[in-house]
């Protein structure tokens, strides 16, 4: 159901050619330049916070490839709010398909993939440039943070767009948490401030999309000394932030009166 | 001239009335000036001055570059794209205004809302957990007005010429885009330019979009004092003389080829 829908929403694209070959391609750029930034800075010091280049080059792919995983197929939800506003979100709930499916792939851009290919491009390029065996344990410890990591950003997705439930014109705070929160995923968490690290870890979880599983990865110390085992509580986390998604997503629906026009 | 004011009087007070939105976009601002002020305090414990530019430079100039964002509309296209798009656009055309002075107006009246609502908050927040750098001597705060109203024109001017485009392409996204991303990297936004290798740097500070926020803020922290502000000012003049004239000429090139969507 979902590939159907979004098959339909590709077409559609396609017929502004121009237009849209110059958004995937600036995608791709925005992704080029986020990674741009981060050589600018190692063009100026060795190590930054005793991370070297390859090693944040992997932070930064696994968070761009969980980002852009939940970019390209949960992102949508945003548009909730403008559905919302305009009361066009009527019709998300008579049709026998879910609501947060249908909003995901009547929305669905094609171009947001752009990211994908770039941020596993460097991830790749990463793990090449990276010291250090690549055991099958490791391997698949990579593959699990990226998917868990996507599954982190989805929620933080549908947590902050169900805001527009209750209110329409604050949907820039969801910025702060998803794009403000893959920013601050592709650095070692060591740099942010203690009040910074502390909310990453335990409100709004995003040191484990990519910096507590890659301290066991990539072998590292924590310069604080966290617990080891928080490197493998992503899963667990993505599971538990699950509860809070859902219940506001439905509390939200529930909530939902129309524009009365 | 007093139509013009007019129309930036009603631009500023339109955006006074998105009062959440507003409220909504300095805490993202703050947010993101928290996290990239703590990526340049990490460089700069490592290197302690980099081209001009200080471990407190640095902070300021985050705080300071969040409250730029807005205000320049580095984000996103002159609502003009879209009346292009529509074809709204041949009634502008109608009226007797220039098309390119009134929306010059608007842009200034949305800029000097923003520079206070979105400019001043994100700094005022930061400085409530860092020591940020404020100039004391007023010739400075008066160079830095003069050359942030400058940059706001010449980013005016630049994504005028983008909006334009939708003449040919019928849809805005896609140049929007690519125009954003580019004002991003090169106007010191995401990184200040300081920072750039040495075969970057000149350029970058030499082209149009250092006017946005890598100039005025250099201003802001004092680096430029006395006739080299006019150097700056000169700078960002030129820049803005030659986007505002190619508006003209694309504008000019558009209007012939003016064809109303579904009319």
């Given at each position: ?32 330049l ?7 800075i ?14 944040v ?8 490839v969980?980002f ?9 939800v ?11 979100f009527?019709?998300f709930?008579v ?49 699990a943070?990226?998917l ?20 329409v014109?604050t ?12 920013y ?10 203690p009040?910074l ?23 590292k ?5 966290l ?8 899963p667990?986390?993505?599971?538990l ?13 529930r ?7 | ?10 631009s ?9 939105a507003t ?10 000036g928290f ?6 305090l ?25 409250g ?17 798009r ?24 949305r ?7 979105r ?5 005022l927040v ?12 007023p010739?400075?705060?008066?160079a ?8 706001v ?16 392409l019928?849809?805005e ?15 010191g ?14 350029l ?7 006017s946005?926020?890598q100039?005025?803020?250099?201003v802001?922290l004092?680096q ?6 006019l ?24 209007t ?8």
């Amino acid at each position: 159901m979902y590939v159907h829908l979004v098959r339909a929403r590709v077409r559609s694209d396609w017929q502004y050619r121009t237009s849209f070959v110059l958004f995937t391609l600036s995608v791709t750029l925005v992704t080029l330049l986020d990674f741009l930034a981060i050589a600018v800075i190692f063009s100026n010091i060795p190590r930054l916070a005793g991370w070297s280049l390859a090693e944040v080059a992997f932070l930064y792919g696994v968070a761009g490839v969980a980002f852009a995983l939940g970019d390209t197929f949960v992102s949508q939800v945003e548009y909730v709010a403008r559905h919302v506003k305009q009361g066009t979100f009527d019709r998300f709930l008579v049709r026998p398909v879910g609501p947060l499916l249908q909003i995901c792939a009547d929305e669905f851009a094609f171009r947001r993939a752009g990211k994908l290919v770039q941020s596993g491009a460097i991830l790749v390029g990463a793990m090449v440039a990276v010291h250090g065996a690549w055991t099958p344990g490791r391997l698949l410890a990579t593959a699990a943070t990226v998917l868990t990591g996507s599954v982190i950003f989805s929620e933080i997705w549908v947590i902050t767009s169900s805001i527009a439930f209750w209110t329409v014109d604050t949907q820039e705070v969801a910025n702060s948490f998803t794009y403000g929160g893959n920013y601050m995923s592709q650095y070692p968490l060591d740099v942010f401030g203690p009040w910074l690290r502390r909310l990453a870890i335990g409100v709004v979880p995003i040191a484990f999309v990519a910096y507590l599983p890659s301290l066991w990865i990539l072998d590292k110390n924590d310069s604080i000394g966290l617990p080891a085992w928080l490197s493998f509580a992503a899963p667990a986390v993505a599971a538990l932030l699950l509860v809070p998604a859902r219940l506001l997503w439905r509390t939200g629906i529930r909530r939902y009166r129309s524009t009365g026009s | 001239m007093r139509l013009y004011w007019e129309v930036a009087r009603r631009s500023f007070r339109r955006y006074s009335t998105y009062r959440a939105a507003t409220f909504a976009g300095v805490f993202t601002n703050s947010v993101f000036g928290f996290i990239q002020a703590y990526i340049l305090l990490a460089i700069f414990r490592t290197r302690p001055a980099i081209h001009g530019l200080d471990a407190s430079a640095a902070v300021t100039y985050a705080f300071a570059s969040q409250g730029f964002l807005a205000m320049m509309g580095a984000f996103g296209a002159l609502e003009l794209s879209e009346r292009i798009r529509t074809g709204d656009v041949v009634s502008d055309l109608y009226r007797p205004v220039d098309l390119q002075r009134y929306w010059l107006a608007n842009d200034m009246g949305r800029a000097g809302f923003q520079a206070l609502a979105r400019g001043l908050p994100p700094f005022l927040v930061g400085g409530l957990a860092f020591h940020l750098r404020v100039p004391t001597d007023p010739a400075v705060w008066a160079a830095f007005a003069l050359c942030t109203t400058i940059g706001v024109a010449v980013s005016f001017a630049f994504r005028f010429v983008v909006s334009l485009s939708t003449f040919w392409l019928l849809d805005e996204r896609g140049p929007t885009q690519l125009a954003s991303v580019i004002a991003l990297f090169f106007s010191g936004f995401i990184l200040p330019l300081n920072l750039f290798p040495d075969g970057i740097r000149p350029l970058a500070r030499a082209l149009p979009w250092a006017s946005y926020v890598q100039l005025p803020i250099e201003v802001f922290l004092g680096q430029h004092r006395g006739g080299a502000v006019l150097g700056v000012v000169a700078q960002q003049t030129a820049w803005l003389a030659v986007l505002l004239l190619a508006g003209r000429v694309v504008l000019a090139a558009a209007t012939r080829k003016v064809v109303v969507q579904g009319g």
